[in-house]
């Protein structure tokens, strides 16, 4: 097996200062597109009513288990904002526009946690004491991100998560009530702009730092995972969401990797010179090949199944 490619990296600090009138543009649009929101008009407190000490949830009827475990992942993924706030300062700083925009983010983010809780509280939609244990482990555990060695890793990261964020929740949203759909989209909504804003930061960083960006694409691409995958249960929970179709490998593929990395950024039209880059560029390339047909794989075993 051939050795990987040398690996292909840009000084943090030219980064963020040559990207930081970019990153000043597309955060005023962002604000132009934000909606002013409030988590409490969204919840159905009607439905609601007190809990004895002890009591046990859901109530019946209750979503299916593939519902319920995309709520629980869902919920506890965004429960970790301390910790990616921390991640992500640590990398970027917190001066200039780049403190601004993580500040704005964490402020836009910390609403998510209490709408979707409040979703729960009032629905009973998931056992809400076994809900606060696994809070309290996966908040206690902590959560150290390994996986950005640079600024422009943390960026391709972040543009594939926050669309993977996006689509985990209005495909939950999907499966529940009018209310929960409610809450999941709001959510979504939000997931959506802040995707923007870092796939269109990622979009320049190729104008300005081609070969290092390819190359971070390529890290991020091949070794990505959602962030929540040291949760309590979370195999079990992965599982159950893939089978429902909620996200799995296809959805992956074709709504995130495919639209993203060979639409939006362009990756294989690139003029990159012969070296290091072009290398890791064409083991991306078979990289999305590979996984092109697992998918395939998987598809043709659901359709054998369905016959």
Same mark, same amino acid.
């Given at each position: 097996m051939a *050795?990987?490619?040398p690996a292909v990296l840009a000084d943090d600090t030219v980064v963020l200062s040559e990207l930081a009138p970019v990153a000043a543009t597309l955060m005023e649009r962002h604000l132009a597109r934000s909606r002013e929101?409030?988590? =409490?008009? =969204? /919840?159905?407190? *009607?439905? @609601?009513?007190?809990?004895e000490i002890g009591e046990e949830s859901p109530t019946d009827p209750a979503p299916n288990a593939a519902v319920q475990s995309a709520l629980v992942v869902n919920l506890l993924t965004e429960d970790n904002l301390p910790y990616y706030t921390h991640a992500i300062a640590s /990398?970027? @700083?917190g001066d200039g526009i780049w403190g $601004?925009?993580? %500040?704005?983010w964490t402020a836009e983010e910390d609403r998510h946690s209490t709408a979707i809780r409040d979703y729960l509280c009032v629905t009973r939609a998931v056992d809400l004491r076994a809900l606060e244990r696994a809070r309290m482990a996966q908040l206690s555990g902590g959560y150290e991100a390994t996986h950005a060695p640079s600024v422009l890793d943390l960026?391709?990261?972040? *543009?594939l998560q926050e669309l993977a964020t996006r689509i $985990? =929740? %209005?495909?939950? @949203? $999907?499966m529940l009530d009018a209310a929960g759909a409610d809450v999941m989209a709001r959510v979504a909504f939000d997931e959506n702009l802040h995707f923007l804003f870092y796939r269109d930061l990622v979009t320049h960083a190729l104008e300005r730092f081609p070969a290092e960006t390819v190359a971070a694409i390529e890290r991020q691409v091949r070794t990505f995972e959602m962030p929540g995958t040291a949760m309590p249960g979370f195999n079990d929970h992965a599982r159950r969401i893939a089978a429902a179709g909620i996200y799995d490998v296809p959805t992956h593929l074709t709504r995130i990797v495919e639209p993203t990395v060979l639409r939006d950024w362009g990756v294989e039209q690139l003029e990159l010179p012969s070296g290091p880059a072009d290398d890791l560029r064409e083991r991306l390339v078979e990289f999305i090949g590979r996984l092109r047909r697992v998918v395939a794989r998987l598809q043709e075993r659901k359709a054998s199944a369905q016959q």
């Open positions: *050795s990987p490619p929101w409030f988590p =409490h008009e =969204h /919840i159905p407190w *009607s439905r @609601g009513t007190d809990f /990398i970027v @700083g $601004a925009w993580t %500040r704005r960026f391709v990261y972040l *543009s $985990a =929740h %209005r495909n939950t @949203g $999907a």
